[in-house]
């Protein structure tokens, strides 16, 4: 089956920095989204992006599908950011089901 | 909208004990899926459905059950609970475009808390 890995596990940031989250896949997938499941458990989506760039605020993604990756930018964190980010990979064509990373987990300091 | 709700938020069972989650949804999406999230881990799929009537075995679909009777309702259950299956449980759903060909974004329930001793 498809193997997702997200990188780095764990970071930590001042607030006001800028981050890069990183997910690669191991086969061709048509349905990609980036998660935030914040510190009280709630699955919050961030982008659908099979493919292209996205921008939603501070934060924006960009997936190279032929290269079986994708980013999450955070730009100018706040402590609001924190919590584990999560890349989940699917193919519409086995029921649409997803396939999540381990996550990373960002801790975002004041 | 209410979007997916799941009930119950938090539950404590014995082993052996068995218990039904629901997951509804209000948004008339055709795919329902659950998903349990064990610590320091990603979600993984338990069972889905791809129509009222219809289910079907995810990655970790041992110990669990699952009905679609009505298109906005989920249920998943537990016949005789063990401690393997303490877990945060997830509920999802997701819609075809207007062309009918193409499932997209899934859209998460809040999660329920289920603990066996």
């Known amino acids: 089956g498809i193997q997702v890995e997200q990188s780095p596990p764990d970071l930590i940031l001042q607030e006001g920095a800028n981050s890069t989250l990183r997910c690669n896949f191991s086969?061709?997938?048509?349905?990609l989204q980036w998660f935030h499941q914040n510190p009280w458990g709630q699955l919050i989506n961030l982008f659908y992006?099979?493919?292209g760039t996205k921008q939603n605020g501070r934060l924006s993604a960009t997936t190279v599908a032929t290269e079986r990756y994708s980013l999450l930018y955070i730009s100018s964190s706040q402590t609001t950011d924190s919590g584990v980010y999560f890349c989940?990979?699917?193919?519409?064509?086995?029921?649409?089901?997803?396939?999540f990373g381990q996550g990373t987990e960002l801790s975002v300091k004041p | 909208n209410a979007g997916v709700t799941q009930t119950p938020k938090f539950r404590v069972l014995k082993t052996g004990q068995s218990m039904t989650l629901l997951c509804a949804q209000d948004?008339?999406?055709?795919?329902m899926y659950w998903y349990r999230q064990d610590p320091g881990m990603g979600l993984r799929l338990i069972h889905y459905?791809?129509?009222?009537?219809?289910?079907a075995k995810g990655e970790v679909p041992d110990g669990y059950n699952v009905s679609r009777l009505k298109k906005q309702n989920f249920l998943l259950g537990l016949e005789s609970a063990a401690p393997s299956q303490t877990s945060v449980y997830f509920c999802?759903?997701?819609?075809?475009?207007?062309?009918?060909?193409?499932?997209?974004?899934?859209?998460f329930g809040p999660g329920t808390r289920l603990t066996v001793l």
């Open positions: 992006i099979p493919s």
């Open positions: 948004m008339n999406h055709e795919y």
């Open positions: 459905s791809v129509g009222e009537g219809t289910t």
């Open positions: 989940a990979v699917g193919d519409y064509n086995q029921g649409g089901k997803l396939i």
């Open positions: 999802a759903s997701s819609y075809l475009t207007p062309s009918g060909g193409r499932q997209v974004e899934q859209f």
């Open positions: 086969d061709s997938v048509n349905n």
